[in-house]
Structures are given as C-alpha cells and as structure tokens.
C-alpha cells in the first residue's frame, strides 16, 4: 500500500465532507492544509490534494496562504491527485478553476498528476482545470450533482488503483 496523505481546504464543509468520504475508502484521516507548511508532504509518496473553487474562479483561502508553500516544495519523486468542487450552473465560466490553479503549482514543484476525469456528464462553459480535453483531477459539484459524488469517488479510486 502507497503511503497517502490527504488534504483538503475548504469553507463551506463539502470538500471536507468530500476528503472524509474519500479517507473512509482509504482507511485515513484527512487533514486541513489550513496553518502547515509544506513539509507536511514529506512522510508522504502518494498525495491526495482537494479544493473548492471560491466565488469566481479564485482560489479557496487556505490554499491561497498555502501558494508560498508550494512554491518553495520540493516534489520531485511524488505522485499527486487532485479532487475539486464547484458550481457549473452558477459559475460556468469558472468551473473548478482553483483545481487547475493547484494542478500547476504541483507540477512546477515537480509532482507528478495523476487521475485526469472526463469532462463527460459536467455542463459548464470554461475551467482552467481542463487540460488535453479532460480535468486535471475529479470534478465533484455538490449543488447540482451531489448524487453523483459516491460513484465518482468510487470510479476514480479505482482508477487511481487505490480501491479497497
């Protein structure tokens, strides 16, 4: 078994309730990236990294503290997955930005992505998570979608090879 941490920040407690769904699948504990730094992903090989899109296409605020973070680690060697969620009905033209935002700031601290997810079944008109036709990471809408989210969570850990 990889060794996974996962992390989350969230605002409203969906990507929270989101990151405990996921750590129950995988026998974890999600913890919030509020108030660490980066080296809170050093005893880690596999991270698991979720956020929400905040208003129009920012960057939720504990990530958004965290950016220094990331721009001064040191990836190289990790192997990283993204989960986000937004709202494609009220914010079409920003949907699951902040997941794309996070998905270059990994790479240029030299994580490897890992688990892209079809754009199949969103309705939305832009999102700077969508790379080569597919997000970066999974794409969970709790306002329109909520009852999706079990199976997707499910199909994607299972595509990640980390199913139990």
Request: glycine share 10%; hydrophobic share 40%; aromatic share 10%.
């Amino acid at each position: 078994m990889k060794n996974i941490g996962l992390f989350f920040g969230s605002d409203t407690g969906n990507t929270e309730n989101v990151a405990n769904k996921i750590a129950a699948h995988l026998g974890l504990e999600a913890q919030d990236i509020a108030g660490n730094s980066s080296d809170i992903f050093d005893d880690y090989d596999f991270l698991i990294l979720g956020t929400p899109t905040a208003n129009y296409g920012e960057m939720q605020p504990d990530w958004d503290y965290f950016v220094p973070e990331l721009e001064d680690a040191d990836l190289n060697g990790k192997t990283v997955a993204l989960f986000g969620l937004g709202d494609q009905v009220d914010y079409p033209d920003s949907f699951l930005d902040a997941m794309g935002d996070l998905a270059e700031l990994i790479e240029q601290a030299g994580g490897q992505l890992v688990g892209a997810w079809s754009t199949e079944g969103y309705d939305f008109n832009d999102s700077r998570a969508v790379k080569d036709g597919q997000f970066v990471g999974l794409a969970l809408d709790e306002d329109r979608q909520p009852e999706l989210t079990d199976s997707r969570i499910s199909t994607w850990l299972t595509q990640l090879g980390l199913a139990q």
